[in-house]
């Protein structure tokens, strides 16, 4: 039924129903979103080891029953952080078709905390490849970068990494990872340092970001790549499932939405008690006439 053929009782009801949708909608939706926020953390995996292509599997310690399968991941491949639920996790690597019950060709057990971010690295030649997690940030300090280095070239034994005039790490032995570094934002020269010669390339790093820096064997040489870890802001997408894991839709309007709904709903109320005020003191003054 159209408003215009209810009575002023019925458009009230109606617009104060809708009012009363804008508001509690919204906030309702919001709350489980921050429950889920509470309760997840975030899992990438990289395959930094030189070699034949292997299956990754990832499940809660203890149950393999239902895994998330990364299918033929090759060396320099890094998937999209996935969420998971908080708890201990198991991570194992099986060559390509090999049965998920057969033995892994490398494993590891690590616990995911609410809100924090991690990624599984698996470095080494294809007859010592071995696990590493690394607990990634999410945060620069204002007007910076912050920036780590993993050195997973298996022809380097050693590597010294710079960003402009900031050394980063020196030295760095082959499946060592660096701690983060802040350096100024902006369009900048890594420098990779080794035995075998230097490597440079520009990398944006913009304000608020997060990076690691991938030091990789080229088919000439060294080769670098610049990982995004976080984009800019903490309530950036912590990622998604990669391709063919699936992954859950938004159920709702996100948290960021709200605020922004209510004071809409908000001022459709107002706009409602002034409305009716108005034609209330109308009809008083018609009848005082």
């Known amino acids: 039924m159209r408003l215009g053929r209810l009575g002023r009782p019925g458009r009230r009801l109606v617009l104060l129903a809708a009012v009363t949708a804008l508001l509690g909608g919204p906030v309702a939706a919001a709350a489980p979103a921050a429950s889920a926020a509470a309760s997840q953390g975030w899992v990438r995996c990289a395959d930094l080891s030189p070699g034949a292509a292997e299956d990754v599997y990832l499940y809660p310690f203890g149950n393999p029953s239902h895994p998330i399968v990364l299918m033929h991941e090759a060396y320099g491949s890094v998937s999209a952080y996935m969420p998971v ?45 071995r696990l590493k997690v690394l607990q990634d940030q999410m945060a620069a300090p204002p007007g910076q970068a912050l920036v780590r280095v993993i050195q997973a070239s298996v022809k380097q034994s050693q590597v010294t990494v710079s960003v402009g005039p900031d050394t980063l790490a020196r030295q760095l032995a082959f499946g060592s990872a660096s701690a983060y570094q802040a350096v100024a934002a902006g369009t900048r020269t890594v420098t990779f340092r080794a035995a075998g010669g230097n490597v440079s390339m520009p990398v944006v ?26 984009a800019g802001s903490q309530d950036d997408p912590r990622g998604g499932a990669a391709t063919g894991l699936g992954g859950t839709a938004p159920g709702g309007p996100g948290p960021h939405l709200a605020p922004w709904l209510a004071t809409l709903a908000s001022g459709l109320l107002l706009a409602s008690a002034g409305a009716f005020g108005l034609r209330r003191s109308r009809r008083t003054a018609t009848a005082h006439h």
């Open 85 to 129: 639920s908080v708890g201990q996790y198991t991570l194992a690597m099986r060559p390509v078709g090999a049965p998920a019950s057969s033995p892994p060709s490398v494993s590891t057990s690590f616990m995911v905390s609410a809100g924090t971010n991690y990624t599984v690295a698996s470095l080494g030649s294809a007859t010592s490849r």
């Open 205 to 230: 790093l913009a304000a608020g970001s997060v990076h690691t820096i991938v030091v990789l064997d080229g088919t000439a040489g060294l080769k670098i790549d610049n990982l995004t870890d976080a």
